[in-house]
């Protein structure tokens, strides 16, 4: 079938050719028929250039390009996307060993695969489709994904449903190859129970691997704080050194998460506990308890109308913070939001410090791991934003 033509409006064709992967409904001219959610159109400048194809939304987002080539988007085209997006992995690294057993296989924009998002964890691929293009063909991608050599799938599972808010009245997650139980992964050496069916995202946030290991190593007899604490990734990490660990969440099921995930590292060690509490409260009384403290909140901004209420909550967050840290302290603070920029939320943190008058100097400047590429024609791909700050 003849897939339908979209023109762009005069000069909107620029971003395009500077291989930016998304094309906004704003920039379209006109189209040669009604494409429903999900098809595969052409995109053409207004003089009738090919200039790229990709999966049509009725949104803001308008097209999802996958390629700016004349290309059939079928099995073998993802195929040697998805081999290539391990490739790049495999160059930063990253691959299955003893150590490590869980990272992010596709991400997005970054590997060329816009509105998909796989995770590895320990034979089991757990896929989110962002876009109905790749929902529609989610049984397709997790074949292809299946028969790859040299990663051992055992089961794909499909967990599309939150990030596409039930599009579809029939939406559900689900087994589309295979089948397991809830696993134990292992990161740099740590161990994770990992819930993809009833935990957030696809189950675990594997973007802050890095930024944990960074953490265990400054953390040797130190009193941490870990805010907003979900499986207590961070905890596991500065238990290895610390004097001792608090985890704090406002929800019970991730406080039990990350419970059990220090007993399964160290078993019934004393030195963590763990608290369900609101973040904001518990800033309010701990009173110079604590000389190491992350804050890594949910994403306070999921779209641009939001960031100036977004950068006063990381305003106040943060300040509440620096308040309260040990003299000599060290503060890990993070945005997880993709509308906050690098600059924004540095911004935010200088006001939060101006606030309190202590004297807070830069000693790292932290992003998302390898396996969460950024595609240099699409700067929106880093969304992880995080600075490490020493406290007078």
């Known amino acids: 079938m003849e897939r339908i033509k979209l023109v762009l409006k005069s000069g909107k064709e620029k971003s395009v050719k500077r291989f930016h992967p998304w094309i906004f409904s704003g920039a379209i001219k006109g189209m040669s028929g009604n494409p ?4 595969m159109v052409d ?3 207004n003089h009738g ?7 049509y939304n009725r949104g803001t987002i308008a097209v999802r390009i996958l390629s700016f080539n004349e290309t059939e988007a079928d099995d073998d085209f993802f195929s040697r996307q998805i081999s290539n997006a391990i490739a790049c992995r495999r160059a930063a690294g990253i691959s299955v060993s003893p150590d490590l057993n869980v990272f992010r296989l596709v991400h997005g924009e970054g590997d060329g695969l816009p509105g998909l998002v796989i995770d590895y964890y320990n034979g089991v691929a757990v896929m989110q489709c962002h876009s109905m293009g790749f929902y529609n063909i989610r049984h397709r991608i997790a074949n292809v994904v299946a028969g ?12 599309s449903s939150s990030a596409l808010h039930s599009a579809a009245a029939d939406m559900k997650d689900e087994y589309l190859v295979g ?3 809830p696993a134990t992964v292992t990161e740099n050496g740590f161990r994770f129970s990992i819930d993809w069916v009833g935990g957030q995202k696809t189950g675990f ?3 802050q691997r890095n930024n944990r290991r960074l953490l265990g190593e400054l953390s040797a007899g130190k009193k941490v704080l870990n805010m907003f604490g979900y499986t207590g990734g961070f905890s596991v990490y500065a238990m290895k050194n610390a004097e001792l660990v608090h985890t704090v969440d406002s929800s019970a099921a991730a406080t039990a998460l990350a419970d059990e995930n220090i007993r ?9 506990q763990s608290f369900r509490h609101d973040a904001f409260d518990y800033l309010n009384s701990i009173n110079d308890k604590y000389d190491l403290i992350i804050l890594d909140p949910p994403a306070f901004a999921k779209h641009s109308s939001a960031l100036d209420n977004a950068l006063q909550g990381y305003k106040k967050l943060n300040m509440k913070a620096l308040k309260s840290i040990r003299a000599g302290g060290m503060l890990f603070t993070f945005s997880c939001s993709q509308a906050v920029s690098r600059e924004e939320f540095r911004k935010s943190v200088f ?3 101006a606030n309190t008058g202590r004297n807070v100097r830069i000693m790292y400047q932290l992003t998302q791991p390898p396996d969460h590429p950024v595609s240099i024609y699409h700067p929106e791909g880093e969304y992880l934003k995080g600075l490490a700050v020493l406290v007078d």
């Open 264 to 272: 399964l590292n160290y078993g019934n060690d004393k030195r963590h």
């Open 179 to 181: 089948h397991s139980e």
């Open 49 to 55: 250039d090919f200039l790229a194809s990709g999966h």
């Open 205 to 207: 946030f594997i973007d």
């Open 36 to 39: 429903a959610n999900g098809d």
């Open 43 to 45: 995109v053409f400048d």
């Open 351 to 353: 006001a939060a410090a």
């Open 148 to 159: 790859l050599p040299g990663i051992n799938i055992k089961a794909v599972y499909d967990k």
